[in-house]
């Protein structure tokens, strides 16, 4: 079964660096990419970027390009979402997802991780 | 960027009833086009890819259906366990994925 497992709640104070994760086991790692998705409360869902953990390849929504960096582990089949300075209105819930095979159209995303919190307060 | 839009914002069905859920394109996306189901304090779940192609352990009163730039998806008879928000999400444009606004089912 494929699963894709993420990090629990944060609650940061804007400034501060976060990173979250998003562990997966069941399929073949390095074969799909991974997506990044963010929900704001009550709000619609928001494709943020996805790194593909085969050669760590990375494509941003250019809403998002140098406010986030995605990055990848491969011994560790897991994924990462990071921020260097977080802002207030980068709380959301932040989804990984896995998407498609390089080099196809398949890019669905399909399974979802269970989302992580992410709150940003002063 | 593709916009994606949504029709109607909120559907109110009764059980039992017929419902169809409109998404459209501002450019065409061929059949690259997916639907979610989100239910509260959970992610979304993959239903329909490639704009009719029903993903696996979805039940069929669930179809997709369109091409190019008109998407519906309809679920023929409401079960209590449908009531929830449906986003679609066009994945032609690459990379610049993006989600319509969604549409609530809800109960009438």
């Known amino acids: 079964e494929v699963q894709l497992v993420q990090s629990g709640t944060e609650m940061k104070k804007p400034g501060e660096s976060l990173t979250i994760s998003c562990k997966t086991s069941?399929?073949?790692?390095?074969?799909?990419?991974i997506a990044w998705v963010r929900q704001r409360p009550g709000k619609g869902l928001e494709w943020m970027g996805m790194?593909?953990?085969?050669?760590?390849?990375?494509r941003y929504n250019p809403s998002f390009q140098g406010q986030v960096t995605m990055s990848s582990d491969d011994s560790k089949t897991t994924a990462y979402l990071q921020w260097s300075t977080l802002k207030a209105s980068d709380s959301g819930i932040y989804y990984c997802?896995?998407?498609?095979?390089?080099?196809?159209?398949?890019?669905?995303?399909?399974?979802w991780g269970q989302g992580t919190l992410v709150i940003v307060s002063s | 960027e593709v916009v994606m839009t949504q029709s109607p914002a909120t559907l109110s069905v009764s059980p039992g009833e017929r419902a169809t859920l409109s998404c459209r394109a501002s450019?065409?996306?061929?059949?690259?086009l997916a639907w979610y189901q989100q239910k509260p304090d959970q992610p979304p779940r993959l239903l329909i890819h490639g704009a009719s192609t029903r993903a696996t352990g979805v039940p069929a009163r669930f179809s997709g259906s369109g091409s190019g730039t008109d998407f519906a998806l309809t679920i023929s008879s409401l079960q209590s366990e449908d009531f929830a928000v449906y986003f679609c999400h066009q994945y032609d444009d690459w990379p610049r994925f993006t989600f319509g606004p969604g549409t609530r089912v809800d109960i009438k």
């Open positions: 790194v593909y953990p085969g050669d760590s390849d990375t």
């Open positions: 997802a896995r998407g498609g095979v390089r080099y196809t159209d398949d890019n669905w995303f399909d399974p």
């Open positions: 450019q065409s996306v061929r059949t690259n």
């Open positions: 069941g399929y073949v790692f390095v074969n799909y990419w």
